[in-house]
């Protein structure tokens, strides 16, 4: 983002230093070092005494020479545009104020507070604020991904980093013959086809990691003592996701199963199912 603006900028002021700076920057912090050696080049050639652009080429050059402290550079060091530098250590901005975990995915609010992209996600599913400062936010609930951020969390704790992605595509994750969602709602047939306007937060939040998995969930009835332990496995054909954060899907059902029992998951129920067919009816069989 921050590379776009520069680039317009300079289209605008084909000579500006500024825009060369900040260009050559977000290049650098983007780890697209070769890129950032031609801005700030580019910018020496118009203003050869331009100090920040001389400091900018010179970490450059040392990242590309695998100088000592260009070592360091790549093993974690975060240099800021000034040319002043500074050891990357653990502390509380690396953490998400909601899951109060390592950032992943991190993305920053207009308000300039980041989160996970997930997180993030998951509470413009309950209202259009900022979760710190409570600010409305006119955007959308997936925001881009806050490159340079990642690239620094990566660098700097890339086991930790790992175990949160595998953190994430675990709690994703649905296996075919393994626990299912489960949307409590009517008893459903195989074969029906149904439309279903989703607008809790806690089922949009299971609708879209149904869609990023193999969108399968179950659909059971509600009755005084919990769920009905009968139950029938359903297919989302049809997802359209409204401006408002609701989504209008199409399912169909599949097949039967019996709810072995069921838990609580991020505020929607899951349930162990075990599959089971009709039974075949002989001809002549009164009904």
């Known amino acids: 983002m921050a590379a776009n603006d520069a680039k317009v900028a300079l289209e605008l002021q084909p000579g500006s230093a500024e825009a060369r700076l900040q260009l050559g920057t977000a290049r650098y912090l983007l780890e697209e070092y070769d890129k950032a050696l031609s ?12 100090k920040r652009l001389r400091e900018g080429l010179r ?6 020479a695998g100088s000592p402290f260009g070592s360091a550079a790549k093993a974690g060091t975060k240099r800021a ?18 899951c109060m975990e390592m950032l992943f995915e991190p993305v920053t609010s207009p308000c300039g507070h980041t989160f996970c992209q997930d997180c993030f996600a998951r509470a413009m ?15 959308g609930r997936k925001l881009p991904v806050t490159v340079a951020l990642r690239s620094i969390l990566l660098r700097n704790f890339p086991e930790q980093y790992e175990a949160r992605r595998s ?8 296996e075919d013959d393994g626990p299912v969602p489960l949307f409590v709602m009517s008893l459903v047939l195989p074969g029906e086809r149904i439309a279903l306007n989703i607008f809790e937060p806690r089922y949009r939040l ?4 149904c869609m990023d998995g193999n ?3 179950a659909m059971g009835e509600a009755v005084p003592a919990g769920v009905r332990p009968e139950a029938c496995q359903v297919e989302i054909i049809e997802c359209q ?6 989504y209008g899907i199409e399912v169909v059902v599949k097949r039967r199963l019996r709810i072995s029992r069921t838990w609580d998951q991020d505020g929607y129920r899951v349930a162990q199912p075990e599959y089971f067919g009709d039974v075949p009816v002989e001809p002549g069989t009164p009904a």
């Open 39 to 50: 801005e700030f080049k580019a910018g020496l050639a118009i203003y050869p005494e331009h």
């Open 59 to 64: 970490e450059v050059e040392e990242v590309l």
């Open 81 to 98: 545009a000034s040319g002043e530098g500074r050891e990357v250590t653990w502390d509380d901005d690396l953490e998400c104020t909601l």
């Open 125 to 139: 599913d309950h209202h259009n604020r900022c979760p710190m400062c409570r600010v409305v936010l006119h955007v």
């Open 167 to 174: 953190e994430m595509e675990k709690s994703q994750r649905i």
């Open 206 to 209: 299971m609708i879209r990691r």
């Open 215 to 217: 969108r399968i969930f």
């Open 241 to 246: 996701s409204l401006p408002d954060g609701r």
